[in-house]
């Protein structure tokens, strides 16, 4: 009697490859049975069948390779005389299955460069793919671009968010510092939308009305609020676009611009006394911790002072609106995530090879963070309708 101690268990490794050549396997059997029948719809007539009304004849077969997510197979693929081969199933000139497509788009939007999805692809499906073909493979991202950039804005947007960040790109063969301008709003549901993204040459004002502009064509109305940094073209650029609205200066930049005007010793201090001015219950009050901060801490800082004074009025808009909103519309950092995944993947990246490219990835990692803002709401609106309804009796 055979012991069982002398019996080699199949370990996990060879479980998993005989499971896949099984799977292949199967795949294979299925395809070429799909392509024979593709064939036969082609012909009019099955193989050695002989009918008066067939519209062809078979020449043979081709080996074609194919990348699937469970690796790499050979597919005979059968064709005829007259009318070639049958290509309707697998796609003409396409070695890669659809789901392969998306898991290498998937990827590059999630952190893997070009460079190494060759690696990746190997290990998990047998064959990498090379750098132009990842590039090939990603410009199916151009169809989500032009659906953002084309998209009817439906409903008011009563905040609008408006922020930039910057990038390498290769621009007439010189790698140049531009900014990716985004912007992003809460509509009259009170749910958060991804609204439109640029590359522009720098941050100014004639990059900020260029995507302004695109947002008002397709549909951008009821700004009551637009919250961003103080960069000068900015705020010019949406004065001359949305004169009606107000503009809220971002109080966690401003805060940082106070900040590096007063010495370390004082900074811990001086971000809580700035802090409480912005978390004051009403505008009076804000004004009373001014004055308060004037004539104590202020009087040792007066250049951090003097940056207080100067961006003051911009922070406050804010009070004129709803207090259970006041915490999300002071400042642009209610987004971190999306600023911050958008950064992590620049980072990698390096120097884009053009500003198209920027913009297929920045938008990309942009709409698949803002995926899921459409699950939760953001504010309540309806308390913005009950106090425009008191103000109008």
């Known amino acids: 009697m055979m012991n069982l101690t002398e019996v080699e268990l199949p370990s996990q490794e060879d479980v998993r490859a005989d499971l896949r050549s099984v799977f292949l396997g199967a795949i294979r059997v299925t395809l070429e049975s799909l392509l024979e029948e593709e064939l036969r719809n082609l012909l009019g007539a099955s193989r050695w069948q002989r009918l008066g009304g067939r519209k062809g004849y078979r020449n043979g077969s081709y080996l074609r390779s194919l990348i699937t997510s469970m690796g790499h197979l050979d597919i005979s693929v059968p064709r005829t005389r007259e009318h070639g081969s049958a290509n309707q199933l697998l ?20 952190g893997v460069s070009t460079r190494k999805m060759g690696e990746v692809t190997e290990a998990l499906m047998g064959e990498g793919v090379s750098r132009s073909t990842v590039s090939r493979v990603t410009k199916s991202l151009d169809e989500k671009i032009e659906l953002l950039r084309s998209a009817p804005i439906e409903g008011t947007i009563p905040y609008l968010f ?6 390498d790109a290769r621009w ?30 720098q941050e100014s004002e004639e990059s900020w009305a260029e995507l302004l502009s695109q947002l008002i064509q397709r549909g951008l109305s009821g700004v009551k609020l637009i919250i961003a940094d103080a960069h000068a073209g900015l705020v010019a650029a949406a004065r001359h676009h949305l004169p009606e609205a107000r503009v809220q200066r971002c109080v966690v930049h401003l805060m940082r611009n106070i900040l590096v005007k007063a010495p370390w010793r004082l900074r811990g201090r001086l971000a809580r006394e700035v802090s409480h001015l912005f978390a004051a219950p009403s505008i009076a009050d804000a004004r009373k911790r001014l004055e308060q901060l004037k004539s104590g801490l202020g009087s040792q800082v007066p250049e951090a002072l003097q940056c207080l004074e100067d961006g003051f009025l911009a922070a406050i808009q804010f009070f004129a609106f709803p207090k259970a909103h006041w915490r999300r519309i002071r400042s642009t950092n209610g987004l971190e995530r999306l600023h911050g995944e958008i950064k992590r993947r620049i980072k990698a990246v390096g120097a884009f090879p053009d500003r198209a490219s920027a913009l297929r990835l920045i938008t990309a990692v942009a709409l698949s963070v803002t995926a899921i803002w459409s699950d939760r709401r953001y504010l309540d609106l309806s308390q913005m309708n009950v106090e425009e309804k008191n103000q109008a009796a």
């Open 162 to 167: 408006l922020d930039a960040t910057f990038l």
């Open 172 to 201: 007439a063969r010189k790698v140049e510092n531009v900014a990716a301008l985004v912007a992003y709003g809460v509509g009259a549901d009170g749910h958060r939308r991804l609204l439109g993204i640029s590359i522009g040459a």
């Open 91 to 110: 796609g003409r000139y396409q070695r890669r299955t659809r789901e392969i497509d998306e898991a290498i788009t998937s990827a590059y939007v999630n």
